[in-house]
């Protein structure tokens, strides 16, 4: 019979807790180079360990709710009125402006839904919205409305004169994505803004891929409201907001209490909030710093997959882009095989937005790119952060070069 092992006390010793490092995750927060590689930081960022920190001595100290009067209320709510004022101040809005949401999804609806007509809007949007805020414009149009497509370039971006071309007199609401989740692609506003208030119509812009990645500026914007959600930018999940302009009156998706100024009902979660915050003042502590970090792993990555990965198309290559996003057709390739495999290698990115997985349909994006069919259908979507490394991304492109020429030499023999 096999001995039992037992320590000195003669008692079974106690088996060690779990850790990061189980799982590939080493204390900083970086996956191991050696272990799985995640290059899928557009559907999810991990939460930096600052702001884990943040959250957790914010839920101790400031866990009571911020609206009771005694003076445990009183902690949270200045602890709630600092981190509006770090978020107000990272996104040039005034701290009154900012209304605190789940998240992207929330702040898009509660944006779409309160800024036109219910059911009866004119909407002018980009073939390559969001899921959410294709749902929302959708919903918004159902009794007697309609969407009216802003066309884009071949790089993904507004085109000017069609902008001009379009239906200004009838439009009720102008929404656009102000860095795209599946190539990054980056939109001036600037004309689209002019227009918008020129012809007193208000513009949404969903910012959620692009708080946190790079600097927003909302008076820049001109926006009318602007949506952004925290775990996209090393935040928590659960929490994002929406910046309403001062002077427009957006009614509550939510109802039943009188938090946020009675524009979104629900006990504020404070330690989230907190996070939030904490995260996007870290960005903005060395923007800089971060973005061409960021850019430098991108563009490692880009050029070894244009050496030895090839053929394949680089979507928005000359267009302003998200640093940290890469969006490439391995021509001749299954998208979603490709995924499969490189799953297999250790490798998680994705084939475009998380929100729209689970369609083999082409990325619309992309067609109204003027992308054929057939490179729609290969292309995937790598997207860094600042937890990789550049040793991390010569080993994810190791990894995907390799599962590439192996696919091609499969298909070859067929």
Known sequence: MRKRLRN??????????ARQTDFGVNRRGSVMSAERIYLD??????????????????????FANPGSQHSFGQDARRCLDAARETTASVLNCSPGEIVF?????ESINTAVGGLVPRGQATIALTAGEHPATLAACRRATQNGGRLVFMPVDGQGRLEEDGLHQLPWEELDLAAVILAHNETGVIQDLTVLSELCRKHQVPLFVDAVQAVGKMPVDFRELGAAAMAFGAHKFHGPRGIGGLVIRAGISVPALLIGGHQEAGRRAGTEPVPLVAGMAESLRLFEERPEERIDAVRAMRDRLEERLKADAGPVRIHGAHASRLPNTLSVAFQGLDGEALLVNLNLEGVACSLGSTCASGSAEPAPTLLAMGVD?????SSVRFSLSCQNTMDEVDEAADRICRVVQRMHAVSATV
């Open 373 to 377: 069919r057939a490179d729609c259908l």
């Open 8 to 17: 000195g006390h003669g008692q079974r010793p106690k088996q060690r807790p």
């Open 101 to 105: 949401t789940s998240g992207g999804t």
């Open 41 to 62: 930081n557009n559907a999810t960022t991990r939460i930096l360990p600052e702001v884990a920190d943040v959250m957790a001595r914010t839920w101790q100290a400031a």
